[in-house]
């Protein structure tokens, strides 16, 4: 009930920024905690951050953290994530996910299950 539509992917240079957008159409998402996942090619789904239903609440791994920020904008119902000086590793399929009943630290658990997930963006980060 609940699609997620994942924008703002494309090429940046390494130390630069680009902002990833999740916009849901059909049922607001207002009510979900909310994250955003990577996978780079030939690896696995990585956890990249997670926002509780009200903003107050993040949580990033060390990979990300200082770095990547994610905010909910709940009027227009989409979720970012700003993504400030970038690395090379940083390139991956960026997915955003949706989970009504978890917190912010199980979302950060790959293997928590999502009850939705976008169809991702590429973010290809140069050296």
């Known amino acids: 009930q609940v699609q997620l539509v994942e924008s703002g992917g494309g090429l940046a240079q390494a130390g630069g920024s680009l902002r990833l957008s999740c916009a849901g159409s059909?049922?607001?998402?207002?009510?979900?905690?909310m994250g955003w996942f990577r996978q780079a090619p030939g690896k696995e789904r990585e956890f990249v951050a997670a926002i509780s239903r009200n903003g107050g609440s993040t949580n990033y791994p060390d990979s990300v953290k200082g770095r990547f920020t994610i905010s909910r904008d709940k009027a227009k119902n989409t979720v970012s994530l700003q993504m400030n000086n970038l690395k090379p590793e940083d390139t991956a399929v960026y997915y955003c996910?949706?989970?009504?009943?978890?917190?912010?630290?199980?979302?950060?658990?790959?293997?928590?299950?999502?009850?939705?997930w976008g169809k991702g963006t590429l973010v290809t980060v140069s050296s």
């Open positions: 996910a949706a989970n009504r009943i978890t917190t912010v630290q199980a979302m950060g658990v790959v293997s928590t299950p999502k009850d939705y």
């Open positions: 059909g049922r607001t998402f207002s009510s979900y905690v």
